[in-house]
């Protein structure tokens, strides 16, 4: 496996980790209703995000981190399938927004290379 496609996975969810306290508002926006503590949730998703995607970096944690990847992208796919069918998001194109879902499978397969 290249080092290259590794260091970009771990940038990519650093980023978007830090994403999270930088810009909350799209994150919040895409929680469907019935999940509590919006919120809280976006703060610990973006924690995880920072420090699963820190941990892709150092061999000893690399399996564990990308297992727990696996497992967030599991546990926000509520919000991408929200996100497909919400009206709230008109303004992105409904082919976009439904794009998203088979593109989270694509992200557990990235991770999935580094269990």
Known sequence: MSNLSLYLQAFLYIAAGTNHFINPRPYLTMMPPYIPAHSA?????GIA????GLGL????????SAWGLVLLLIAVFPA???MAVSNRFRKIPTWLRWARLPLQGLLI??????T
């Open 49 to 52: 995000e920072i420090v699963l």
């Open 57 to 64: 970096l150092f061999p000893a944690t690399r399996s564990i």
């Open 80 to 82: 991408n399938v929200f």
């Open 41 to 45: 949730m976006v703060i610990v998703s």
């Open 109 to 114: 397969w990235w991770a999935y290379r580094y």
